[in-house]
């Protein structure tokens, strides 16, 4: 074996010991204290006002998002996460009925390039009462939560799975956590 | 005439409305300033019974208000829960025939309503299933690119030095069959250079006719994926013709590249005939073209992500360009794996390793001999979230080709059968090296919003033994971003400097600096490329 290939042969050695020591968590573990494991999403979306003050984790796709006072509101489509093929939001399983929308408020600033519409997203928030917001020039009453952190892919509408090989080459998947000042 | 009497009852009847509610609203207006007034009973019409709004007296044999039919269906004038007709029916200034009429009008339209709603979800679950719209089958435009050149290095007699042309025309066909088949694709190439007017009339298998392979195929391939609770681990299979997992610009699509002209590691030295100083060809391994790492073919590999931090690709390919169908796919195969740590989601170093033996027997890789062949690369990309918008890039090249390097189209086998050509026979084993490193930065407000400056540098040693033979370039650009939402959608116009310089083949082989004579790699260029990628 030649010099060049034991050299490589260590560098991707030594690759795997860093990927097994980077493996990361979207959020820390402070963060993810004290959510709602069972929360039951399609109960909350009947009756937004029944559960207030519930710390919860929900994926979804970005339907839209218009700054507020303070921060920005987000309004997305409710997506079951999965593990495979990669972590995260996915849409690929069964069709679904009903709506799946809800809306939450990010106290913070996000970059205009992360809020695209189709980007998929993991909040993590605490329940509030229902809100009225405007989606795509219509009224609606959206079960409404208050972030605490945000972590966002910017797929723009594609799967996760779907990188980094995508469109004909190579592009990695861009993704980001953004969690509220304090929090 | 049944129309028409429909019409004029119903215009009688509207009038009827007009009148008895501006007569109604007129009361409630006076009456609304002084809230405390009773409402007298002679605000609702009726012919006998309690002045009750909601239990008028009716007609004999009229259906009273709860027996009325929901109101849905009488959509003219629907107020407080009473359809137009019960009212005007109550009233009496309609008959009970002409209620039954405007009912059964109404029953019709109604019904036919629902019948378009019907048939309104029956196309819409039809066209939900198709193709097009459950991700299936997509279609996108990868890459459409119109190019200006203007280079002083010497042109034929009739040609000119500013070169118009398509630089790419590329569509992109792909689609997910299932979690399992999660990836189909092909991609076509139609740009205007090198087409071919010829009729392939040969190929491999026939001994004679003309080989043609034709641009238009670039890409295809399949991704299958064994088990999906092992991916990402091991994500997918893919087997096919696609750009290689070759550092980072090779596998990087023509849509979204950073600089007009491809590196020197793609591509580098004159094509066609080799080039020779007053007939001698220097038997070097430095003349010609070279195709340092080519950037598709065909392949199998595997291909996943572990702990989220490294990428691996490991497979075999036929190693001889995506064109081999026109000459024998049947090369001697080469191992490639690269393996890559990402330090963040976007910047990462990685590492890969290519082996095996080529023939330079039917190649269609300039630069390629006969013998063992090895390519070691290393590369990098840091893309900055400190400073967004910067973006750093570079790749490490260093390999061996065998002996008797050839170019495309030129008969070998082992032996170089035309010297001035080939090299020459007996021209050794050549152990080639690149690199090259660019930055850029991305404007995203102020005055410069969506320009991007870039600067980039490379070499390329094309054999490490011998000196004055370096392929030097600088690049000096500015992109300017219409639409910039990759990877979808990439809209841009670039502007390309380039400062060539080349050292020559060797000692002794030096090219002529005379602008406008010899060597395009020692002559300056001047490149601006409109692009629209959209997908």
Not at chain 1, 7 to 31: I, K, T
Not at chain 2, 291 to 301: K, N, T
Request: hydrophobic fraction near 35%.
């Amino acid at each position: 074996m030649t010099a060049p290939m034991i050299r490589f042969g260590l560098a991707a050695v030594l690759g795997l010991f860093f990927s097994a020591c980077g493996s990361s968590a979207l959020f820390q573990a402070n963060v993810l204290k004290d959510v709602d494991n069972d929360f039951d999403f399609s109960v909350w979306r009947a009756s937004p006002n029944a559960v207030p003050g519930r710390k919860v984790q929900l994926g979804g796709r970005i339907i839209q998002a218009e700054p507020s006072n303070g921060g920005v509101v987000i309004v997305g489509e409710q997506l079951p996460i999965v593990e495979h093929p990669a972590y995260g939001p996915s849409s690929s399983g069964r069709k679904r009925t009903g709506v799946y929308e809800f809306a939450f408020l990010y106290p913070g600033k996000i970059e205009s390039t992360a809020l695209t519409a189709g980007n998929r997203f993991i909040v993590v928030g605490t329940t509030q009462q229902a809100k009225v917001v405007s989606v795509e020039g219509a009224s609606k009453t959206e079960p409404y939560l208050v972030a605490q952190c945000v972590h966002i892919w910017k797929t723009e509408g594609r799967e996760i799975s779907d990188f980094p090989e995508v469109g004909a080459g190579y592009y990695p998947l861009e993704e980001n956590t953004y969690c509220a000042t304090g929090k | 005439m049944m129309r028409l009497r429909i019409t004029t009852g119903y215009a009688g009847a509207v009038t009827a409305v007009i009148v008895s509610l501006f007569t109604n609203f007129s009361l409630a207006g006076e009456l609304s300033k002084d809230p405390g007034r009773p409402l007298p009973s002679t605000v609702v019409v009726q012919a006998v019974g309690p002045p009750a709004p909601v239990r008028v007296a009716q007609a004999a044999g009229a259906p009273s208000s709860r027996a009325l039919p929901p109101s849905a269906g009488s959509s003219d004038a629907a107020q407080g829960g009473i359809a137009v007709e019960d009212l005007l029916l109550q009233k009496g200034t309609i008959t009970m025939d002409d209620w039954i009429r405007i009912k059964g009008e109404e029953e019709y339209k109604q019904a036919d309503r629902e019948k378009r709603s019907d048939l309104l979800e029956e196309w819409k679950s039809k066209v939900e299933k198709l193709p097009i719209l459950t991700d299936k089958v997509n279609f996108g435009l990868n890459a459409l690119q119109y190019l200006y050149t203007h280079q002083n290095a010497h042109v034929a007699e009739g040609k000119s030095q500013d070169n118009i042309s398509i630089r790419r025309s590329e569509f992109l066909f792909w689609g997910k069959i299932s979690e399992n088949l999660p990836r189909w694709h092909a991609l076509y190439e139609f740009q205007s250079i090198n087409l071919s007017n010829s009729t392939p009339t040969g190929n491999s298998s026939t001994a004679a006719g003309t080989a043609t392979a034709a641009t238009f195929f670039r890409e295809t391939y399949i991704d299958y994926r064994p088990v999906l609770a092992w991916a990402p681990n091991l994500n997918y299979i893919r087997m096919g013709i696609f750009r290689m997992p070759f550092g980072i610009f090779t596998e990087t699509s023509g849509g979204l590249r950073d600089i007009i002209s491809s590196p020197y590691l793609t591509s580098v030295g004159s094509g066609g005939a080799r080039d020779t100083w007053n007939g001698v060809a220097p038997k070097n391994g430095t003349n010609g073209a070279i195709d340092f790492i080519h950037e598709r073919d065909f392949f199998i590999d595997a291909r996943g992500r572990i702990g989220n931090r490294l990428e691996y690709a490991v497979g075999l390919m036929n190693n001889n360009n995506y064109q081999a169908n026109a000459t024998g796919a049947n090369a001697p195969k080469s191992f490639y794996s690269r393996t890559r740590f990402l330090a963040t989601d976007v910047s990462w170093v990685s590492f890969t390793v290519i082996a095996g033996e080529t023939n330079n027997a039917n190649s269609n890789i300039n630069g390629r001999g006969k013998g063992n062949f090895d390519r070691y690369g290393i590369d990098f990309r840091y893309t900055s979230k400190l400073l967004p918008g910067l973006m750093l890039q570079g790749e490490y090249w260093q390999g061996h080709d065998g002996a008797n390097q050839t170019t495309v189209g030129t008969p070998a086998n082992g032996a170089c059968a035309t010297q001035s050509v080939c090299g020459g026979d007996g021209a050794p084993g050549v152990q080639r090296r690149t690199w090259y490193v660019y930055g850029k930065y991305l404007f995203t407000d102020g005055l410069l919003e969506n320009f991007e400056p870039i600067l980039m540098y490379e070499q390329f040693d094309p054999n490490t033994t011998v000196g004055n033979d370096l392929y030097q370039r600088t690049i000096v650009g500015l992109t300017y971003y219409f639409e910039n939402m990759p990877p979808k959608i990439q809209s841009k116009v670039q502007i390309n400097y380039e400062f060539r310089h080349h050292s020559g083949n060797g000692p002794g082989f030096v090219p002529d600096p005379t602008k406008g004579v010899g060597d395009p790699f020692a002559q300056n260029m001047l490149l601006v490329q409109w692009q629209i990628r959209y997908m």
